[in-house]
Structures are given as structure tokens and as C-alpha cells.
């Protein structure tokens, strides 16, 4: 036997197919707004996501950069920190008399008294 078409079925026009019709189109039509809603939701947030990715990219950039300039600067400061624990030295040998007194002998050529200075040239011998 062969099966009856869709087409041969018989509707019945009650009012309960009427309501159950209707009851029917109110559902799809639930789907489609429920649809439509995960969608747009899921839209959102996938911008949002991707947003919040791109700040936090920005920002790993930003305080890599920040703190490439932290070591720098911080190598600065120890090589003035030494600069300046020499040019405090320097000042605290230049208040000795001894000290200037030396240096004036020997780049200035100052002599004491009585005493002889002779310049030697500082090129190794040829022999």
C-alpha cells in the first residue's frame, strides 16, 4: 500500500485547530524573538570581549614600555648616584691642603723648596 500525500489529509476547520493554529504561530514566533535575542546578545558579547582584549593588549604594551623606561631611569640614577659619591670625594680631598699641594707637584710641576724637577717623556725606549 502506498502512503496517502499530505495533501489528501482532511483539515478540520474547529476552533480548537483554529486556537492550536494559532497557539502554534505564537510559539515560532517565540523562537524567532528568542533567536534574534541570542544573537544580538552573543554579538554584544563578543564586542565586549574583544574590546576588553584590545585594552588589555594596550595596556600589557603600555607597562612593558613603562617599565623598559623604570630600568633605564634606574640605571641612571645609580650612575649619578656614583658620580656623586665621587664628586663628593673629590670635595672632600679638595679641602685638604695636602692634597691640593700634591696635585699642584704633579701636574703643575710645583715644587718644594730646594727641590729639582725634571720632565722625562713618557715614550717607551727604542731599544
Known sequence: M???SKRSIARLNSPYMQ??????????EKKKRLIRRLVLFSLIVTIV???MATYHMKQ???????AK?????????ASLKKQEDQLKEEIRLLNNDEYILEIAR??????KEGELIFKVPHNDPSY
Open 60 to 66: 600589557r604594551s603600555l607597562h612593558a614600555e613603562k
Open 49 to 51: 570581549i574583544g574590546s
Open 106 to 111: 704633579t701636574n703643575y710641576f710645583f715644587s
Open 2 to 4: 502506498s502512503q496517502p
Open 19 to 28: 486556537r492550536y493554529d494559532t497557539y502554534m504561530e505564537r510559539q515560532k
Open 69 to 77: 623606561q623604570y630600568e633605564q631611569l634606574e640605571e641612571r640614577m
